[in-house]
C-alpha cells in the first residue's frame, strides 16, 4: 500500500524505495551534460585557463556519473533480475547494454579531456564526444524512468535503495560532496531534498541547505557565466 511517498512491503512490512532521488539526479545530468558540449566549443583554442575550468566541471560530472551508473550496476540490476520475474528479465538486459555503451563514450571523454584541459585545444573533437554522451545517457535515463523505477518501488527497499546514494558518497572526495549536492539542489523538489537530508547526519540536515546552494551558484557563475544556467525540469527529454 501507499503511505503518502512511502510503499510498504504487505510480507514484511518494510518501507519500500522512494526514487524521487533517482529523478533529481538525472535532472541534473540532463541539465549539466546538455549544457557541456556547447561550454567546450565556447573556449577559444589556446584559452588553457578557460579550458580549466570548464575541464574541471566537466571532470566533476565525469566521475558523478560513473559512480551513479556504477552503484546500479553493483547494487540494483542483481536485486532486480533476482525479484522483479519476467519484467526485469525483459529490461534490465537493455540496461546494461545502454551502461556499456555509456561507459564507452565516458572513457573516450575522459581519453580526450586532460590535453584539451591543460591546454584548450581539440575542443570540437571533445565537445562532439561529450555530444555522444549526451545522446546516450539521455535515451537510457528516459528509459529508466519509464521501466525501472516502477519496478524498484515494488521489488527494492528502502534500505536497500539508499545503499545506491551511499556508495556514490563513500567513493567520492569529501570536499567534493557539497557542490554535487548544491548541483542536484538547483532543480530539485525541496520535499525530496528534505527527504534525502533525513538521513543524513544531524549538522548537514541543518546546513546543506545554505551550503550547497551558495557553493553552486559560485560554481555556475564560474562555469556558465550566470548563477542561474538554463533550467532544464524533471521532464525533459
Known amino acids: 500500500m ?18 524521487r532521488d533517482m529523478y533529481m539526479a538525472h535532472t541534473t545530468f540532463r541539465r549539466e551534460f546538455s549544457l557541456l558540449p556547447q561550454l567546450v566549443r565556447d573556449v577559444a583554442p589556446g584559452d588553457a585557463k578557460r579550458a580549466e575550468v570548464v575541464g574541471a566541471h566537466a571532470e566533476l560530472l565525469c566521475h558523478m556519473l560513473h559512480l551513479h551508473h556504477e552503484g546500479e550496476d553493483l547494487l540494483l540490476w ?15 538486459p537493455t540496461m546494461e547494454k545502454q551502461h556499456h555503451a555509456i561507459e564507452e563514450a565516458h572513457a573516450a571523454v575522459v581519453a ?6 591543460r591546454t584548450g585545444r581539440g575542443g570540437d573533437q571533445l565537445a562532439d564526444a561529450f555530444e555522444h554522451l549526451r545522446v546516450a545517457l539521455i535515451e537510457h535515463m528516459a528509459m529508466e524512468e519509464a ?29 567534493q560532496l557539497p557542490l554535487a549536492f548544491g548541483l542536484a539542489m538547483y532543480e530539485g523538489d525541496p520535499e525530496v531534498i528534505k527527504a534525502v537530508l533525513a538521513h543524513a547526519p544531524l549538522p548537514a540536515r ?15 557563475k564560474r562555469v556558465h557565466g550566470t548563477a542561474t544556467p538554463p533550467r532544464i525540469g524533471a521532464g525533459a527529454r
Do not use: Y
Open 78 to 92: 542483481p536485486r532486480l533480475v533476482e525479484r522483479g520475474g519476467e519484467e526485469a528479465a525483459a529490461i534490465v
Open 112 to 117: 580526450l579531456l586532460p590535453g584539451w584541459r
Open 2 to 19: 501507499i503511505l503518502g511517498k512511502v510503499t510498504v512491503n504487505q510480507n514484511h512490512r518494510e518501507a519500500m524505495a522512494d526514487v
Open 147 to 175: 521501466e525501472i523505477l516502477p519496478l524498484a518501488q515494488r521489488h527494492v527497499t528502502a534500505r536497500e535503495w539508499m545503499q545506491l546514494g551511499e556508495h556514490g558518497m563513500s567513493n567520492s572526495p569529501k570536499k
Open 206 to 220: 541543518l546546513l546543506m541547505p545554505i551550503i550547497g546552494p551558495r557553493l553552486f551558484a559560485g560554481h555556475a
